[in-house]
């Protein structure tokens, strides 16, 4: 029973002292506007009034580094990166119309040419057409010649043929009239008479 009562003894002490410590933060917390200004001028320099001289003068020196990084440095560096930007298109540009011209002019030589070729083939078609028709000319010409001299020896063939055929016919004619005369009548037959009755016959 007594241990117990010690040990209980340094926890009541520790509780109390921790109240004690509580009812001290409690009355601290309640303080004035003033005393609020005074603990944040002392904690943070910036609000001290005696420091803004030296807080002006290192601003102006921070923004005068800027400045100049920024005008020596950095935007020479971002200039020069937008001149070759800005040339690089430049020339892409100059590049693009460069070829877009040479295809122009590169098609108007493809159309002057197949023009060309065009007129080309229609004059050599005309000029085989023409030479086809004159060898045709030619060849009907002379298969007409050929046809002309072919009848003109059939017609002098049949022409003689005919006067063949006449004088074999007379001769013929001739023959049998004498042999007749000579078998009805009681004297020869004058030949002259019989080939003059003959021809005077065949010539009716």
């Given at each position: ?9 340094p926890a009541a002490d520790a509780a109390a002292q921790t109240l004690e410590a509580e009812g001290a933060v409690a ?118 010649a050929e046809i002309a001299a072919k009848a003109a020896e059939s017609e002098r063939r049949i022409r003689e043929i005919?006067?063949?055929?006449v004088e074999s016919v007379g001769a013929v004619a001739r023959d049998a009239a004498a042999a007749i005369v000579a ?22």
């Amino acid at each position: 029973m007594e241990n117990e009562t010690e040990a209980a003894e340094p926890a009541a002490d520790a509780a109390a002292q921790t109240l004690e410590a509580e009812g001290a933060v409690a009355p601290a917390a309640e303080t004035t506007g003033a005393e609020v200004l005074e603990v944040a001028e002392t904690t943070m320099p910036q609000l001290d009034v005696a420091l803004f001289p030296n807080l002006i003068f290192w601003l102006v020196v921070a923004i005068l580094a800027l400045y100049l990084i920024l005008t020596r440095v950095a935007l020479p560096r971002i200039g020069a990166i937008l001149a070759e930007r800005n040339d690089a298109i430049s020339n892409d540009l100059e590049q693009a119309a460069i070829f877009k011209r040479r295809a122009q002019e590169a098609e108007a030589s493809y159309n002057a040419a197949l023009a060309k070729a065009r007129e080309e083939a229609q004059k050599i078609a005309a000029e085989t057409k023409a030479q086809v028709g004159r060898e045709l000319a030619t060849l009907t010409a002379k298969a007409d010649a050929e046809i002309a001299a072919k009848a003109a020896e059939s017609e002098r063939r049949i022409r003689e043929i005919e006067a063949s055929a006449v004088e074999s016919v007379g001769a013929v004619a001739r023959d049998a009239a004498a042999a007749i005369v000579a078998a009805i009548g009681p004297r020869p037959a004058d030949e002259a008479a019989v080939a003059a009755a003959v021809a005077a016959r065949m010539g009716g």
